[in-house]
């Protein structure tokens, strides 16, 4: 086995110890849907990585394969950059695009649960969507990983912007945002190369990019800011 396949297990312990802490954030801010949002999609986002480090360790398994389908390509990314829209747009608008996000990844995880698999495509210690009989399933991931990027890095660029501009906020609300914005979209280079045969790109981005965003979501809440009014605090970042 190469070491790099076990890049997911790694992803998967920060993962789990990175929702607590948002559940716990969350439990404090209830009405804070947008944590609510970080809260889930980092616990789908673990749920994806741990049916990646099953395969590495244990092997291939149906299971396995189909969670890590559903979890990690369908919902890896887009409960995150959810939150961003709850914490950077109106409510209204927020929950017309969750109504619509949530129609099609019913659609599409349907489809990830009954296609039929190629065994003869299987790889022991390894997972990729080319073992789906269904080529076009496939093609439900992609809208949902631009969806993420747009929203989910492109939040915390404009964020990081913002906050630049300021001189009441600290520089760590700038560099906590930039970290988010790039591993938002970490994950998203490495599932273009999984699509191409290359998972293993796929697992280091996903470890490499969700240790960025705690690291600026830690940056984020650790530094004291100032009282702000709610509709601007909405309009600042994205914790």
């Known amino acids: 086995m190469e070491p790099v396949l076990l890049a997911p297990v790694a992803t998967t ?3 789990a110890f990175f929702a607590v802490a948002l559940w716990r954030h969350w439990r404090r801010k209830r009405a804070a849907r947008y ?3 970080w809260a889930v999609g980092v616990t789908a986002f673990g749920l994806g990585t741990s049916a990646e480090a099953w395969t ?3 092997g291939w398994s149906e299971p396995a394969f189909r969670l890590w389908y559903v979890a990690g390509a369908l919902l890896g990314g887009w409960p995150l950059a959810q939150g961003t829209v709850y914490l950077l747009m109106k409510k209204k608008t927020a929950d017309r695009l969750t109504v619509v996000s949530l129609l099609y990844i019913a ?6 649960i009954i296609v039929p698999i190629a065994a003869e495509l299987v790889e022991e210690h390894r997972l990729t969507g080319a073992v789906m009989e269904w ?3 496939r093609y439900f991931s992609p809208p949902l990983n631009l969806y993420a990027v747009i929203f989910l890095a492109g939040g915390a660029i404009w964020s990081a912007m913002r906050y630049r501009r300021r001189h009441d906020r600290p520089s760590s609300h700038v560099w906590g945002n930039a970290l988010i914005a790039v591993g ?3 994950p998203g280079v490495g599932g273009a190369f999984a699509r191409g ?3 293993e790109v796929l697992y280091v981005t996903e470890l490499i990019g969700l240790s960025l965003i705690w690291a600026g979501y830690r940056m984020m ?3 004291p800011i100032e009282p702000l009014h709610e509709s601007q605090r909405r309009a600042d970042s994205a914790v």
């Open 107 to 112: 659609v599409a995880a349907a489809a990830a």
């Open 35 to 37: 944590l609510l949002w």
């Open 184 to 186: 938002a979209i970490l």
């Open 221 to 223: 809440t650790g530094a």
């Open 135 to 137: 080529e076009w399933v």
């Open 197 to 199: 045969g290359r998972v």
């Open 56 to 58: 590495s360790v244990f």
């Open 13 to 15: 312990v920060i993962a």
